[in-house]
């Protein structure tokens, strides 16, 4: 096990499987028990048992349970500077995004973060609208594929874009490609952690990783390029 008093930070943009690296690296240095987390079909592992979208940190830094000192946390700066300001000192990853990963990215913000009941709001949508788009309704982005296309395509696609430029990896401690984290790579995403942060994943946590990944393969085959 790894010194439990070193925080660890995921850095990533929006969209880039944040939590689910958080959380396989809580398994690792925490022992936390996967078997609490679900994974929905579109790939969305943020419900950790409360039964309610939980954010990287409702359920490290500030979780409720005491007894346990959990030390993985997600951010989605462009810099290490501004992550310093918050977490001095932490070993920081980032999840390092290249322009074949960008659609996929932009893919699952849109059906994860952003149909999230407390993303997709009115103010939101009205802030984004297009012309031809329906009325609002809490399930537009699951219901109108006009909504979504644009979403991914336009909005979503731009923001990974311009996150993945105003970000310099070597700032970072380290470096995690998408592709390996998605399970994309030649590269298995066990060993990638193992290695990187002296821990040794059981097998639940290879588990989790290949129904995660499968998961996302799946339902986003249409985006991998």
Known sequence: MQDNSQQYVINHPTGASGTFLELVLLSGLQGFDLDNVYISPEGNCHDIGFGKWQSGNNFSFLMSDKSKK???????????????????????????????????????KTFKAD??????TE?????????????????????????????????????????????DPTEFDVVIDFATVIGLSDKRLVDVVNKNFFVDLNTQAVK???????????????YIQ
């Open 70 to 108: 959990f030390t993985v946390g997600t951010t989605h700066f462009t810099n290490r500077n501004d992550i310093e300001k918050f977490y001095s000192g932490s070993c920081v990853t980032l999840i390092n995004c290249k322009p074949d990963d960008f659609l996929l990215v932009s893919a699952q």
């Open 115 to 120: 149909s999230n009941p407390e993303s997709w």
């Open 123 to 167: 103010t939101a949508y009205n802030n984004l609208r297009g012309n031809d788009w329906p009325e609002y309704s809490l399930t537009n982005i699951r219901d109108s594929e006009i909504i979504a296309n644009e979403m991914i395509s336009l909005h979503n696609l731009n923001y990974v874009k311009e996150w993945v430029t105003a970000t």
């Open 208 to 222: 989790f990783i290949e129904k995660y990944q499968h998961y996302n393969q799946t339902y986003y085959k249409k």
